[in-house]
């Protein structure tokens, strides 16, 4: 179980990970999916890394 103070941390992995796994699957609508998938988290992963 994850204490809910890293939660904020997990998250963003979290959206990277299923980003890049939706990336990789040879289909264009999940391509896409994923990559917008992939820049949500990373630019959240940015966010919480400035707070």
Do not use: C
Request: glycine residues 14%; negative net charge; without cysteine.
């Amino acid at each position: 179980m994850i204490p809910s103070g890293y939660l904020d941390q997990v998250e963003p992995g979290v959206l990277i990970v299923v980003g890049f796994v939706l990336f990789i699957i040879p289909e264009p609508a999940t391509s896409a999916l994923g990559a917008g998938i992939l820049l949500l988290g990373a630019s959240w992963w940015m966010y919480q890394w400035g707070r």
